[in-house]
Nanobody, 123 residues
Framework: EVQLVETGGGSVQAGGSLRLSCAAS????????IAWFRQAPGKEREAVSC????????YYSDSVKGRFTISRNRAKNTVNLQMDSLNDEGTAIYYC????????????????WGQGIQVSVSS
């Protein structure tokens, strides 16, 4: 059974940093796009970033571009999201997802999802 597990969440003050990691069992990231989505309280889930292992491209939403960095650790079969200069908008549950997505920001194109991890940013 494929499982995605997110780690690294927690609480941080505005302006601080956190690093999320997505690990997979029974799935190799080589053939998938791995994305991070987030859902803030009272809001719809939104795409944050994607590492597309099929074409080695990275994608970011406008709201995080320049502050977040997505990367892959091949040895550990993880995809990491380094989040710097966090602001109040960063408070959300963050999910990693795996799929053969044509359009990276469309959550309907992802087949596997983690349970989510909480990130809280205080001002």
């Amino acid at each position: 059974e494929v499982q995605l597990v997110e780690t690294g969440g927690g609480s941080v003050q505005a302006g601080g940093s956190l690093r999320l990691s997505c690990a997979a069992s029974e799935l190799s990231f080589d053939d998938y796009a791995i994305a991070w989505f987030r859902q803030a309280p009272g809001k719809e889930r939104e795409a944050v970033s994607c590492f597309d292992n099929m074409d080695q491209e990275t994608y970011y939403s406008d709201s995080v571009k320049g502050r977040f960095t997505i990367s892959r650790n091949r040895a550990k079969n993880t995809v990491n999201l380094q989040m710097d200069s966090l602001n109040d908008e960063g408070t959300a549950i963050y999910y990693c997802a795996a799929g053969t997505a044509v359009y990276w920001a469309d959550e309907g194109e992802y087949d596997y999802w983690g349970q989510g991890i909480q990130v809280s940013v205080s001002s």
